[in-house]
């Protein structure tokens, strides 16, 4: 029964992408909406279609291709193979065979991404003119996350098991207090040991856009602990913004080819658009409402830990609580998917308000559009989303709905 239950999920899961990256596909339309006109001309926005279409078959072919080796490695075992390999080293507890057994399956899932991941940077973001990535940095990129992944998972996973362990079907409470401590650490640590890893993080220097900043942020009594620019342009031509971090480490940070692409007063408005996130306590509630869903999970997984019926579905020979966590994670993708789905539907509502809040504040409605457009059209975003794939996926609602809230709100318009 948990093998069908497991394999409907994994082909229900994909045969709904399938049909929402199609209908995405079939609503591309090559009449460039008015409010576009002027920024993108006939060929840009007969490429920006080109991208979207050669991206989505790409991520299709490898969706397929992932599930027809998960469904064969289900079947034929190979989890079980796996484990068997892990106890032959005759480890000492649950723990280091689970660490070992995670590290495998996780290294198995890198190398089938890795070939994936090195067309999509070389061949298709190089064919669009968005890939900056040498080879070098690629290599270094992928080890670091590989250690960072393997540091962390490690951390957590290990703490996991420990918890049930120990404590038994009722410690799924002390998981999930301390994977949210855990997790606050990383949010706070994140902007001053992770993310210089990948990135250099510079402070604004002093300047027309510094001091505009700085104007604008005192004028909401916003105290800014930095404002950097990030060398994005290093990988990508590809533009943003984001706003990291919190109390002494809080962060907003501007891609140099943002700030290459825009003006002062656009580049304030997106900054406006930041501090709405933070003045509206977005970024609080967000992670409480993570901290909730990871609540749930935990206590889900506890009904599951050493269920014969799970094993008897991955063909396992012993039971296991560090197998019973990794085999939770496919009964637990539905429930996981509505999570991101209801995450989304809030997120879209927070960029609306992020936005109102920008041109209330900064006063400049035009300059905020014009960012919003020229980020489009630089990153060669699509206009025209079927609504089922904003939907399912969307974090930000699409830019010209985003545009068209703004401009209702504009007196006189």
């Known amino acids: ?118 067309y999509h940077t070389f061949v298709i973001e190089q064919k669009y003119g968005f ?103 290093r990988r990508s031509t590809k533009s943003n913004a984001f706003f990291t971090g919190f109390g002494k480490f809080r962060r907003i940070v501007l891609f140099d080819t943002l700030i290459e692409k825009h003006s002062v007063q656009e580049l304030v408005s997106v900054l406006a658009h930041e501090i709405g996130h933070y003045k509206k306590k977005h970024i609080m509630k967000n992670m409480l409402i993570s901290v909730c869903t990871t609540g749930l999970m935990f206590f889900i997984l506890s009904l599951f830990l050493n269920n014969p019926g799970l094993f008897a579905a991955f063909k396992m020979e012993h039971k296991s609580i560090y197998a019973s966590i990794v085999f939770f994670g496919f009964l637990y993708a539905p429930i996981n998917m509505f999570f991101a789905i209801i995450s989304n539907v809030i997120s879209r509502k927070y960029e609306y308000e992020a936005d109102a809040f920008a041109v209330q504040t900064y006063k400049n409605h035009e300059a905020f559009i014009t960012a919003l457009k020229k980020l489009s059209v630089n990153n060669l975003s699509n206009l025209t989303p079927h609504p089922l794939k904003v939907f399912l996926h969307y974090s930000h609602p699409p830019v010209l709905k985003r545009i068209s809230a703004i401009r209702q709100a504009m007196p006189g318009e």
């Open 131 to 233: 890939n900056k990535t040498t080879i070098k940095t690629f290599i270094l990129d992928f080890i670091k996350s590989l250690v960072l992944s393997a540091v962390i998972g490690s951390i957590v996973f290990a703490g996991i098991i420990w918890f049930f362990e120990k404590i038994g079907v009722n410690a799924w409470f002390y998981c999930w207090t301390g994977v949210t401590i855990f997790q606050l650490f990383l949010v706070f640590i994140a902007p001053v040991v992770i993310m210089p890893l990948f990135n250099k993080f510079n402070a604004l220097e002093d300047g027309e856009l510094k001091t505009a900043i700085g104007s604008y942020a005192q004028s909401q009594n916003f105290k800014l602990q930095g404002v950097f620019k990030m060398d994005g342009s």
């Open 1 to 118: 029964m948990y093998l069908i239950i497991i394999l409907l999920i994994l082909i229900s899961k994909y045969f709904l992408e399938l049909i929402v990256e199609i209908l995405n596909l079939k609503k591309v339309s090559a009449v460039l909406p008015d409010e576009f006109v002027g920024y993108y001309d006939d060929n840009k926005y007969a490429k920006s279609q080109s991208y979207l279409k050669e991206n989505t078959i790409f991520g299709l072919i490898e969706d397929s291709i992932g599930l027809a080796l998960t469904i064969i490695f289900i079947i034929a075992g190979g989890f079980n193979f796996i484990d068997g390999l892990v106890r032959g080293f005759n480890l000492q507890g649950d723990i280091l065979n689970g660490l070992l057994f995670l590290g495998v399956l996780l290294l198995i899932s890198q190398v089938f991404s890795l070939p994936f991941s090195v």
